[in-house]
Nanobody, 124 residues
Framework: QVQLVESGGGLVQAGGSLRLSCAASGRTFGQYSMGWFRQPPGKEREFVTAISWSSTTTYYADSVKGRFSISRDNAKNIVYLQMNSLTPEDTALYYC?????????????????WGQGTQVTVSS
């Protein structure tokens, strides 16, 4: 099983930027997609973005399109989430997740391993 650890969260002012990282360790063999999800306080978890193994395909939620960017470095087993033009509505606990195969998906049922999350708080 792969262990995922998110980092890079913190407190930032509206309009600012943050870059989250997700490091994978353990049994990281094979090809798999990766995704980012978030859970705002008092709300359910929602899809943010996903990327295929080869980085050929990416998906973004409408709420973050044009502001967030997902990327990955397979040699380092790290996935990144660059977040720009942050607003208070982006405040949430952000999770990374490993997909069950190489193709990206927006469906959380297609993800088999999850990190513990990193908190992002955006002040107005």
């Amino acid at each position: 099983q792969v262990q995922l650890v998110e980092s890079g969260g913190g407190l930032v002012q509206a309009g600012g930027s943050l870059r989250l990282s997700c490091a994978a360790s353990g049994r990281t063999f094979g090809q798999y997609s990766m995704g980012w999800f978030r859970q705002p306080p008092g709300k359910e978890r929602e899809f943010v973005t996903a990327i295929s193994w080869s980085s050929t395909t990416t998906y973004y939620a409408d709420s973050v399109k044009g502001r967030f960017s997902i990327s990955r470095d397979n040699a380092k087993n790290i996935v990144y989430l660059q977040m720009n033009s942050l607003t208070p509505e982006d405040t949430a606990l952000y999770y990374c997740a490993q997909g069950r195969w190489a193709l990206a998906s927006m469906d959380d049922h297609e993800y088999t391993n999850w990190g513990q999350g990193t908190q992002v708080t955006v002040s107005s």
